[in-house]
């Protein structure tokens, strides 16, 4: 499929939201993330001739919104995400953060339009995955299915570990939950398991845990006092991970 018959998710003029070519996922470094390691020579052929297209995003811009028709999933290449519910008193419900190496754009499979909006945390750029070729590919190439199948079900158990945390721990597990599972996310993507840069405001991260600016930042500095983190502005350097797993 060319990049220029890639219907647009959310039309508008600005060049930055343009689908660009790019490298194939034979050749991208970060093809581990994204595919099953036991795809054939063959069947990258395959993917590469569908994946050909990618998108950025300034930091601030949505890549869709909710309401939206659902025709492709995204591969996030670069930088990072934050999915939003709005609610209908205009209140913002952060629903999860994407970084690079992990999909956007399954909420959209069941009901044909996406249910939420995503936004960039800062400049970054997808791979835009045409839903329909996948599906054709999956019935075919079964390595792939099975990862799609993976990718569900990891949703699935995302949402309900989002639930366990927000109805059954205190601020101070939710918080260091939240750092953990960031820490786990970027050790598999080959980066610090000990020291990151947080994309999202505080505010941000207590929208997504159902918790007040103030309470994120009292537990931040508590865990500071408590030397299990050293936190210098958005760098979070997790100094005892194993105090802050017995949290």
Do not use: W
Not at 129 to 156: D, G, N, T, W
Not at 169 to 183: C, D, G, H, I, K
Not at 206 to 214: D, P, R, V
């Amino acid at each position: 499929m060319r990049a220029a018959t890639v219907v647009p998710i959310h039309p508008v003029a600005r060049a930055d939201k343009t689908p660009q070519r790019t490298s194939r996922c034979s050749t991208c470094a970060m093809r581990a993330l994204c595919m099953p390691a036991e795809l054939s020579a063959a069947e990258l052929a395959r993917l590469d001739a569908i994946i050909c297209a990618t998108r950025s995003v300034k930091r601030g811009d949505t890549l869709y919104r909710a309401g939206d028709a659902f025709h492709s999933i995204y591969a996030v290449r670069a930088g990072s995400f934050k999915t939003v519910v709005m609610h209908r008193d205009g209140r913002e419900h952060v629903t999860g953060f994407q970084i690079p190496g992990e999909a956007l754009g399954l909420d959209g499979v069941g009901a044909g339009q996406h249910s939420c909006d995503a936004i960039a945390l800062e400049d970054s750029a997808v791979c835009i995955i045409p839903f329909a070729q996948l599906e054709v590919i999956c019935r075919e190439v079964k390595p792939m299915q099975h990862h799609i199948y993976q990718m569900m079900s990891s949703e699935i158990v995302r949402e309900s570990s989002q639930m366990m945390l927000l109805g059954t721990m205190s601020a101070e597990q939710r918080v260091a939950t939240f750092l953990l599972n960031l820490s786990r996310r970027f050790k598999a993507r080959g980066f610090s398991a000990a020291e990151f840069h947080l994309r999202m405001t505080r505010e941000e991260i207590g929208c997504y845990l159902g918790m007040k600016l103030e309470t994120v930042s009292r537990m931040f500095s508590k865990f500071q006092r408590e030397r299990l983190v050293h936190a210098n502005g958005k760098t979070i350097r997790i100094v005892d991970p194993e105090g802050l797993a017995r949290v």
